[in-house]
């Protein structure tokens, strides 16, 4: 129980919390503010239902109280707890997969919904090169944008993919968008990241949180070192394009094992 005047949360799993008289939430506000009398904020959580009225009534009454002068209640049923990680945590992808180990539904919310921005699946053909694969990671370990060049069809795409998903435990957000959509590094403000009822700036999380973007088929007009700007130190942007600019990673010709492993994979 935290005494630091900023946050305190009580939770309980007592049947019938929400019922009668509310004794049991009651009884937890006045535990609360004996342990933590500086508590600004109070979480009340319960993992049953209430009835609609019920929460808003208790909070309302709490906060006419003289003791409750300048603090916050947040009494919170099932509903309203999940109403939460939804809006606060469904773009978070590693809270989410976390989360997705005793609620496996939010990874099914996430991986369903139709503009979750989440990287294609990698091809059932798809033949990892170990060369591509060590050369993007060290580029990516000390640089914020990585651009990987080279013609239609030579596996550009798939590279990226394989990398997102090699590095997805190193960022708390990792997005995929189409060149198509981006046609300069202002249009990165406003790309619509909807998951869940939630719309996000992309170059605010860039800025702001560990995020992997991967442009792919990028615009011409996007210029490496104006999107390597807008990454904080733990962020990184991965582009791929046909017409690579000075310094681009090109994507190599198949190797004749890897070109025997793919024909065989046919």
């Known amino acids: ?73 947040h009494l919170m049923d099932s509903r309203s707890i999940a109403e939460a990680i939804i809006d606060t945590l469904m773009l ?24 979750s921005l989440r990287a294609p699946p990698i091809s059932a053909l798809y033949v990892p090169n170990n060369a591509v694969d060590t050369e993007l990671d060290r580029r990516l370990e000390k640089t914020a944008c990585v651009e990987i060049g080279g013609i239609g069809g030579i596996g550009k795409s798939q590279a990226a993919a394989a990398c997102l998903l090699r590095n997805e435990c190193y960022f708390e957000y990792r997005f995929w968008v189409s060149g198509r959509d981006i046609d300069g590094v202002e249009r990165l403000s406003s790309v619509p990241v909807q998951r869940g009822g939630a719309e996000r700036n992309v170059s605010a999380l860039l800025r702001r949180n560990r995020t992997f973007l991967v442009i792919d088929n990028a615009s011409p007009s996007l210029a490496v070192d104006q999107l390597a700007a807008l990454c904080g130190l733990n962020s990184r942007i991965l582009i791929t394009r046909q017409t690579p600019s000075p310094g681009a990673f090109a994507m190599p010709t198949m190797e004749e094992t890897l070109a025997r492993e793919l024909l065989g994979k046919g």
């Open 92 to 115: 978070r992808d590693d809270a989410i997969d976390d989360l997705a180990q005793h609620l496996p539904v939010l990874a099914d919310i996430r991986d369903d919904h139709p503009a």
């Open 1 to 73: 129980m935290s005494e630091d005047g900023s946050l305190v949360v009580e939770a309980s799993i007592v049947q019938k919390y929400f019922s009668g008289a509310m004794t049991k939430p009651w009884g937890d506000l006045d535990h609360t503010l004996s342990l933590a009398p500086r508590a600004q904020d109070i979480y009340l959580l319960s993992s049953q239902r209430a009835q609609t009225g019920v929460i808003e009534a208790m909070v309302n009454t709490a906060l006419q109280q003289t003791r409750m002068n300048g603090r916050h209640l």
